[in-house]
C-alpha cells in the first residue's frame, strides 16, 4: 500500500493533467449540440462537389422558415374580421322606445294623432337600423377597405357582411333624417328626433377574441412541407448549383437524416465520436505543450488556465447559439490569443486558438465560414496585438481585427449571394460589437493575474517603474548597485529587441536581478565608495559564499514583497552555476597542496532556460567586467566580451535556454556597440 502512495505521489502532476484532460473533455462533449452529423456540406449558390445524390429514403421537403413566416403573414393579412351581432341591445332599444313614446301620449304637447304617426315613423327607423347592423365607435375604422367581406357572428350563425353596409353614426342619422323629411309638424320632428338619438345603441362590435382564435387555428393548420420525394429519386448532379428547390430538398434531406441518427440507438456511438474528437484535440493540445513549451507543461496552474480559457470560450459560444443565433459573432473569440499571448507567447496562443474554433465547428451552423472567419481574425490578432501596456497598441489592434471581420464576412457573403445587394449589414454591427467586447481582455487580464499567479506586460510595466518601494530601497542603500542594475536592463532591453526575445520581461528581470545585494551592499565593489574593502579581513571561502548568497537572498527579498515568479526566475538564474573565480583562484594560491570542493565556489543555479534569462547573464556579466577596464577601447571591449561569453558557453550555461548560435551573436554585437557608446571619450573642454 506504502509502494502505492509513493507511486502516486510522485507521478501526482501527471495524475492531475489525466483528471484535467478528462473533465474538460466531458465539459466540452457536454456542451455538444444533441444531433447527427449530415455527411454532406452545401451552402446557396456554390456547386455540388460530391457524386450524384439520389434520395435514400422516403422524405417531406421541408419548407424554409422564411416561408413559414410569409405564410403567418398572409393569414394575419387576408383573414376576415369578426364582428358580434347583439340581439339583445335591439330588444332593450325597442322596449325603452315604446315606453319613451307612452309619456309622450300622455303629455298634452302633441295631439295622439301625430304621436301615433311619428312613433310608426321611428318604430321604422329603428327596424331598418337593426335589419342592417348599427356598428359602436370603436369599430368603424377598423377595416381600411370599406368594400372588404367580414364576418358578423348572430348567435351560433356567422352571415358575410361588406363592411361598408354595416351602419356607421353618420348613416344613422342619415336614416333618420330621410325618414322624418316628409313630416311637417317641426315641434313632433324636433322631439322624435332627440328621442331616437338618444334610444338606438349600437349592436354590432368587433369580435377580437374569436378573430384571433380563428387566426391562430388556421395557423396551426400551416403545412410545414410542400411535396415529397421517394426513395431512389435523383436529387443533384454532381457540378449543379444548389440553389432553389435542389436547395430545399437537401436541407429537408438533411434535417431528416439528423434525426434519423440522433436515436437512442446510436446515442452512445454519437457521444463516442464527439468524445475521441474532443479527446484528441485537447491531447494536441497537451502534446504541444510537452513538446514545445516544457516549462508550461510542467507547470499544472498554467495548464489548468490554458484548459480553462479554451473552455470558457466554448461555453460562453453555446450559450449564445442556444439563445439566440443572430448574435453568433458578438462573442469576441480573439480575446484567447490575446490573452494567451500576454501570458505566454503568440505561437501558443494561435495554436490554443485554431484548436478552439475547430471545436466550435461542430457547435455552429455554417462551420466552414465561422471557423474560416476566425482563424483569420486570429491570425490577425497574434499579428496585430503587441505592447498591450501601450494603450494605443490595442486600439489599434481591436480596430484591425474588427475590419477583417468584416472584410471577411463581406466576401463570403458576395461568393453566396452572387453580389453585394443582400448583405446582412446587421452583421457589420455584430462586428463592431465584438471589437469592443474584445477590450475585456485587459480586465481579463488583470483577474487572471490574481488567480492564477501569472504576469503580463502590464505588470511588467508596473514593475519596472524605478520609483516601486524595492527599487528605491536598492537605490538609497546600493547605489552602485542600482547603476550596475539600470545599465543592464538597458543592454538587456537592447538585445532582446533584437533577437525578438520578450523586452520588457528582460528589461524588468534586470533591474531586480541583483536586489540581494540590500542586505550587504558594501561587499560588492559598486558600492564601496570609500575604497575600503571588507573582504580583505575575510577568508577567500567566507567572500565567496557572501557573494554566492546575494541570489537567495533576493529570491527571499522578492518572495517577501511578492514578485512573480517570471522575475524570481531572472535572480535565480543571472549568475547559474558559474564560480566566483576570483575568491575560487585565490583560495588555490592560499592552499596549493589541498584539492579543493568547487561546489563551495559555485553558484547554486539553476543555469537559464529562456531566451531571456540567458540574454540577462550575457549582459550582466559583460557590463560588471567592463568596468575592471582601465582604458575601454573598441578592441579591449571586444575582446573582453567574446571572452567572458566563450566562457559562458563553455560551461554550458545556456544549454537548456533555447538561443541559437547565431542569437548569441547578434547579442554580443548590441553589448559591444552599447558599451562602447558609454566609454566614448568626449571632446576635451577647455579650461
Not at 430545399?248 to 434525426?259: G, P, R, T, V
Not at 550575457?618 to 567592463?626: K, L, T
Request: aromatic fraction near 12%; hydrophobic fraction near 45%.
Amino acid at each position: 500500500m506504502s509502494n502505492l502512495f509513493n507511486k502516486l505521489y510522485q507521478n501526482n502532476t501527471t495524475i492531475y493533467k489525466v483528471i484535467l484532460f478528462l473533465i474538460t473533455t466531458i465539459s466540452i462533449v457536454y456542451l455538444f449540440p444533441k444531433g447527427g452529423q449530415f455527411k454532406y456540406d452545401f451552402n446557396n449558390g456554390q456547386l455540388w462537389k460530391y457524386d450524384n445524390l439520389y434520395a435514400p429514403f422516403d422524405f417531406a421537403i421541408q419548407k424554409t422558415e422564411e416561408e413559414i413566416i410569409s405564410e403567418k403573414k398572409e393569414i394575419d393579412v387576408n383573414s376576415k374580421l369578426y364582428f358580434l351581432y347583439e340581439f339583445d341591445i335591439e330588444k332593450s332599444v325597442n322596449e325603452v322606445y315604446k315606453k319613451r313614446v307612452s309619456l309622450l301620449q300622455q303629455s298634452d304637447s302633441l295631439n295622439l294623432d301625430q304621436i301615433s304617426r311619428l312613433s310608426i315613423v321611428g318604430q321604422t327607423v329603428i327596424n331598418s337600423i337593426y335589419n342592417k347592423g348599427f356598428l359602436e365607435a370603436g369599430s368603424q375604422d377598423r377595416v381600411a377597405n370599406k368594400n372588404e367581406i367580414v364576418a358578423v357572428r348572430k348567435g351560433n350563425e356567422v352571415e358575410d357582411f361588406i363592411f361598408k353596409n354595416l351602419l356607421t353614426t353618420k348613416n344613422v342619422l342619415e336614416i333618420i333624417r330621410i325618414n322624418f323629411e316628409k313630416e311637417d309638424t317641426l315641434y313632433g320632428k324636433k322631439i322624435m328626433l332627440d328621442l331616437l338619438s338618444e334610444v338606438i345603441k349600437p349592436n354590432v362590435f368587433f369580435d377580437n377574441d374569436y378573430t384571433v382564435k380563428v387566426i391562430d387555428n388556421e395557423i396551426k393548420n400551416i403545412s410545414y412541407t410542400k411535396g415529397r420525394v421517394e426513395a431512389g429519386k435523383l436529387i443533384i448532379l454532381k457540378g449543379d448549383f444548389v440553389e432553389g428547390k435542389k436547395l430545399a430538398i437537401l436541407n429537408s434531406l438533411k434535417s431528416e437524416s439528423e434525426s434519423q441518427v440522433w436515436t437512442e440507438q446510436h446515442y452512445n456511438w454519437i457521444i463516442l465520436g464527439y468524445t475521441i474528437l474532443v479527446a484528441l484535440a485537447l491531447l494536441m493540445l497537451l502534446l504541444f505543450l510537452k513538446k514545445y513549451r516544457v516549462e508550461i507543461y510542467e507547470n499544472n496552474n498554467k495548464v489548468t488556465f490554458i484548459f480553462f480559457n479554451v473552455f470558457a470560450i466554448i461555453f460562453i459560444q453555446t450559450l449564445v447559439v442556444n439563445f439566440n443565433l443572430d448574435y453568433l459573432y458578438v462573442v469576441p473569440l480573439s480575446i484567447l490569443p490575446i490573452v494567451l499571448k500576454a501570458f505566454f507567447d503568440a505561437r501558443l496562443g494561435l495554436f490554443t486558438h485554431v484548436l478552439t474554433v475547430l471545436l466550435l465547428g461542430y457547435i455552429v451552423p455554417d462551420s466552414f465560414e465561422f471557423i474560416y472567419l476566425h482563424i483569420i481574425a486570429g491570425i490577425v490578432t497574434i499579428l496585430s496585438v503587441s505592447e498591450l501596456y501601450k494603450r494605443a497598441s490595442l486600439f489599434i489592434s481591436v480596430a484591425q481585427i474588427t475590419l477583417i471581420y468584416m472584410i471577411t464576412y463581406f466576401a463570403f457573403s458576395i461568393i453566396k449571394e452572387g453580389n453585394a445587394s443582400q448583405i446582412n449589414w446587421t452583421y457589420f454591427m455584430l462586428f463592431a460589437a465584438n471589437g469592443l467586447l474584445s477590450f475585456l481582455s485587459i480586465i481579463l487580464i488583470y483577474i487572471y493575474e490574481k488567480i492564477f499567479d501569472l504576469v503580463s506586460d502590464v505588470t511588467l510595466l508596473e514593475l519596472s517603474n524605478t520609483n516601486t518601494k524595492l527599487l528605491r530601497e536598492l537605490n538609497e542603500k546600493a547605489p552602485g548597485t542600482f547603476q550596475h542594475s539600470m545599465q543592464v536592463a538597458n543592454l538587456a532591453e537592447a538585445a532582446a529587441n533584437e533577437i525578438g526575445a520578450n523586452s520588457m520581461l528582460v528589461r524588468t528581470g534586470a533591474l531586480y536581478h541583483d536586489i540581494g545585494k540590500i542586505l550587504n551592499p558594501l561587499y560588492f565593489t559598486e558600492n564601496q565608495s570609500t575604497g575600503v574593502n571588507p573582504h580583505n579581513d575575510l577568508s577567500p571561502r567566507d567572500s565567496s559564499r557572501i557573494i554566492t548568497d546575494h541570489v537567495i537572498k533576493g529570491i527571499e527579498l522578492a518572495k517577501k514583497y511578492k514578485l512573480p515568479d517570471r522575475i524570481i526566475d531572472f535572480i535565480r538564474t543571472h549568475h547559474g552555476t558559474n564560480l566566483t573565480y576570483y575568491f575560487y583562484m585565490k583560495e588555490k594560491e592560499l592552499n596549493p597542496d589541498t584539492e579543493l570542493d568547487i561546489k563551495g565556489f559555485q553558484y547554486q543555479g539553476p543555469i537559464p532556460f529562456s531566451k531571456e534569462t540567458a540574454i540577462l547573464m550575457m549582459c550582466d556579466s559583460a557590463e560588471a567586467a567592463s568596468k575592471s577596464l582601465t582604458k575601454p577601447t573598441a578592441l579591449s571591449v571586444s575582446n573582453l566580451i567574446d571572452k567572458i561569453i566563450a566562457k559562458q558557453m563553455a560551461d554550458n550555461q545556456f544549454l537548456n535556454s533555447n538561443i541559437t548560435f547565431r542569437e548569441i551573436e547578434i547579442i554580443k554585437k548590441v553589448i559591444k556597440k552599447k558599451l562602447m557608446n558609454i566609454y566614448h571619450l568626449r571632446v576635451e573642454y577647455p579650461e
